[in-house]
Each structure stands twice: as C-alpha cells, then as structure tokens.
C-alpha cells in the first residue's frame, strides 16, 4: 500500500489551464477504473470532484475533467479561477477492499 | 440535512484505546459502503478502512492492521473505529465518509474528531 504519487505543486493564471498528474502502478491506478479527485480547502473536510476516472458529481463545475493512461491519472483545471485554490488528492482502489491516496498537490491560483 | 458527525476524538496516552463514532442522517445509510480517512495535522489524506453495507466486506490500511476495528450497526444508523494500542503517528483528525456505489470513492464527509496520541 504504497502512496500514489503527486507533484507537490502547481499554479497557473486565472483563465489558464493546469493539469495535476498522479502516479500509481498495475496493482492501482493502473488495474481499476476506480480512481477519484478531491478538493480540499484549508480547515474543510475534502469534497469529490472527480469519480471512476472521469465522472463528475453533480455540481461540479466542467472546467474540472481528468483522464487515465496506464498507471498513471491526469486532472485538469481549465479556465482557473481564484476559488480553485486549494489542495487535490487523487486515490485508487488497490484491490482487497483497500484504498491508496495520493501525497496530495496544492494548487495556487497566482 | 444529509449529514456525517464524527465523535469520541480526544487525547489518549499512547498504548491506550479509543472508539470513535459516526452518526449519519438524512440519507439510506445501509444503502452505502462507509470508510474512515485520517489526516495528520498539516499533512494529506490517508485511507484508514473501510466497510461494505453488510458488513461483508471490510479492509484495513497496513498501518492500522491489527490495531483497529472497523464496525457498523445499520439499525443505528452508526459507523464506529475501535482503535487498540495507539501510537504517536495515529494522531489525526479522523473522517468518516459515505462510499454510495461501493466503488471505493468518497462522496460525503463529515468534519472530523481530533485524535491526539501523546504521554
């Protein structure tokens, strides 16, 4: 169970786009469809953004996407915006009733 | 309201045991899997275990294995994390949250019970 891996940081332009990546293996990301994003805002519990490597909740805005390839999964930010700012764990099902997280990236908005 | 409140965090002396509790609401609570996630104090998310909705299915993160004890009581509506022989590391604020597809993500939180492990 080993964390799955995550660029500690990344930033962009309001307007732009950013692409956080995160990188597992065959025994994760990699094996299952099962991976998902979160947002956490400092002091707020974290919120789903991301489900099943591409299905947004309700509410979530389509500026958010992501994708997979291999073992690795990609969420993108397009069009940032100021309230983007904030912290993205990505996480995996890693078979047996288990799961794995990311490090977790902190997106600044610059 | 559809809601998750965590209880029972406080401070234990290492060795110690705790048991923490989720009371859930506003939603069909044996109609979904249930996991606890923990994160130390400035640090990122870490899955702790996890629950199916009859209580068939249940894993445990490494770190926990053997120590804690993930339960349901579906009549109660309740989600609970026995926690033996603590450690310094397992200090955290601990979430419970709600898995409705039982496909390993997490759709609701609560907001969290502070477990401080320390002599």
């Known amino acids: 169970q080993s964390a799955l891996t995550q660029p500690p940081s990344a930033s962009g332009s309001p307007g732009q786009s950013v692409t956080i990546s995160c990188s597992g293996t065959?025994?994760?990301?990699?094996?299952?469809?099962?991976v998902s994003w979160y947002q956490q805002h400092p002091g707020k519990a974290p919120k789903l953004m991301i489900y099943?490597?591409?299905k947004r909740p309700s509410g979530v805005p389509d500026r958010f996407s992501a994708s997979k390839s291999g073992n690795t999964a990609s969420l993108t930010v397009s069009g940032l915006q100021p309230e983007d700012e904030a912290d993205y764990y990505c996480?995996?099902?890693?078979?047996?009733?288990?799961?794995?997280f990311g490090g977790g990236t902190k997106l600044t908005v610059l | 309201e559809v809601q998750l409140v965590e209880s029972g965090g406080g401070l234990v002396q290492p060795g110690r045991s705790l048991r923490l509790s989720c009371a859930a609401s506003?939603?069909?609570?044996?109609?979904?899997?249930m996991h606890w996630v923990r994160q130390a104090p400035g640090k990122g998310l870490e899955w702790v275990s996890g629950?199916?909705?009859?209580?068939?299915?249940?894993g445990y993160a490494d770190s926990v294995k053997g120590r804690f004890t993930i339960s349901r009581d579906n009549a109660k509506n309740s989600l609970y994390l026995q926690m033996n022989s603590l450690r310094a590391e397992d200090t955290a604020l601990y979430y419970c949250?709600?898995?409705?597809?039982?496909?390993?993500?997490?759709?609701?939180w609560g907001r969290g019970t502070l477990v401080t492990v320390s002599s």
């Open positions: 065959s025994s994760d990301v990699g094996g299952y469809n099962y």
């Open positions: 506003g939603f069909t609570f044996d109609d979904y899997a």
């Open positions: 996480s995996s099902h890693a078979g047996s009733h288990n799961v794995v």
């Open positions: 949250a709600t898995d409705k597809s039982h496909n390993y993500h997490f759709d609701l």
């Open positions: 629950i199916s909705w009859n209580s068939g299915s249940i």
């Open positions: 099943e490597v591409t």
